[in-house]
C-alpha cells in the first residue's frame, strides 16, 4: 500500500484464543484499512490489524524501513475499551491484552460506550467512584524505565482527574492542565524507617506539610510544630500559633495550620 503522510494512527486488535491456531499468525487487514496503491492528501489515517494467534510474543510494525515494536513481553498492562466477546469482555470485565492477564473489573458507575471514544470503545467515569480495578501483581511494579498511554477526553478542570493509580505510582491531570506523574520508592509499609526527632516521642504528630523544601509536622496535645530540610534532623518552631496543631497545607504561598477551631497561616512557617 502506498501512502503519503507523516503521521499513522495504528489500531490493533489481538484476538487470542484458546483452540489451536496454525504455526503462522493469521494477519487481517480490516475496514477502515484503505486499500493497496492508495495515494492520500491528508496527513494521518487508520490502519486496522487483526491478528488471531494463541501464543503472540511479538508484533513489530515497519514503517519508511524503521521499525516500531508494538507488542511483545514488555507490555503489562493493554486494554482496547472495544468490548470484544470473543476475548470473553462484557460491560463489567475488561480483558488485557498483554501476555500477563491483568484484567479489569469494571467498578461503581463506569459506563461501556462502544461509540463513545475517539477510536471505537471507550468508557465514561463521572468521577463518583467510578473505576476499573487490576489486581495488584507484581508485572506492574516499577522494576526499570517505563512508558504509561491513555486516550482521555476530561469534561471539567476543576479538580485532579486520576487516570492511574497504584501505591508506588500514578499519573494525573492537574486543574492547571499540567500532567502529574508521581512515584513513592518505599510505599511497602515493612520498607518504613521510624524517624526519632530529639526525644519529642510525647508529640501526637497529626499533620504534614510541605513548604519551602522544609517538611513541616504539627502535634498535640501540645500544638508544638517541626520543620526538617534532611528528614532527620527536627528543629522545634517556638513560637507556635495554637496548643492543638491538626492539620497543615500549603496554599497560595502560605503555610496553613488547623486547630483548636482556628485556622492560622504564615509566609515562612515560623511567624
Not at 496527513?43 to 491478528?51: A, D, H, K
Not at 477510536?119 to 508485572?139: E, K, L, P, Q, R
Not at 493509580?165 to 512515584?183: A, H, R, T, V
Not at 496535645?221 to 507556635?240: A, H, M, S, V
Request: negative net charge; aromatic residues 14%; proline residues 2%.
Amino acid at each position: 500500500m502506498k501512502v503519503k503522510f507523516s503521521f499513522l494512527l495504528l489500531i490493533l486488535t489481538f484476538l487470542l484464543f484458546t483452540n489451536d491456531v496454525s504455526a503462522i499468525p493469521v494477519i487481517n487487514f480490516t475496514y477502515p484499512t484503505l486499500n493497496n496503491d492508495t495515494t492520500i492528501a491528508s496527513t494521518s489515517t487508520e490502519i486496522n490489524i487483526s491478528i488471531t494467534e494463541k501464543d503472540l510474543e511479538e508484533f513489530i510494525w515497519n514503517w519508511n524501513g524503521a521499525n516500531y515494536t508494538f507488542y511483545n513481553n514488555s507490555l503489562v498492562l493493554m486494554f482496547n475499551f472495544n468490548n470484544v466477546s470473543a476475548l470473553g469482555e462484557n460491560d463489567t470485565y475488561v480483558v488485557d491484552l498483554s501476555k500477563y492477564s491483568n484484567n479489569g473489573t469494571v467498578n461503581g458507575t463506569s459506563v461501556m460506550s462502544l461509540t463513545g471514544g475517539k477510536y471505537y470503545g471507550a468508557f465514561n467515569f463521572n468521577g463518583d467512584n467510578s473505576t476499573i480495578i487490576v489486581n495488584n501483581t507484581n508485572h506492574l511494579n516499577i522494576t526499570n524505565n517505563i512508558t504509561i498511554s491513555a486516550w482521555i477526553k476530561l469534561d471539567e478542570l476543576d479538580r485532579p482527574n486520576t487516570i492511574l493509580s497504584k501505591e508506588s505510582y500514578s499519573l494525573k491531570i492537574k486543574p492547571d492542565n499540567s500532567i502529574d506523574f508521581g512515584i513513592v520508592s518505599d510505599y511497602n509499609e515493612t520498607n518504613w524507617t521510624e524517624v526519632i526527632y530529639d526525644n519529642k516521642g510525647e508529640e501526637h504528630i497529626r499533620g504534614l506539610a510541605v513548604s519551602d523544601d522544609y517538611l513541616y509536622a504539627g502535634s498535640n496535645p501540645n500544638g508544638k510544630i517541626f520543620r526538617t530540610l534532611n528528614g532527620i534532623d527536627w528543629t522545634e518552631i517556638e513560637d507556635t500559633p495554637s496548643n492543638f496543631t491538626n492539620s497543615f497545607v500549603k496554599y497560595n504561598n502560605y503555610l496553613y495550620s488547623g486547630g483548636s477551631g482556628k485556622i492560622y497561616r504564615s509566609s515562612d512557617g515560623i511567624d
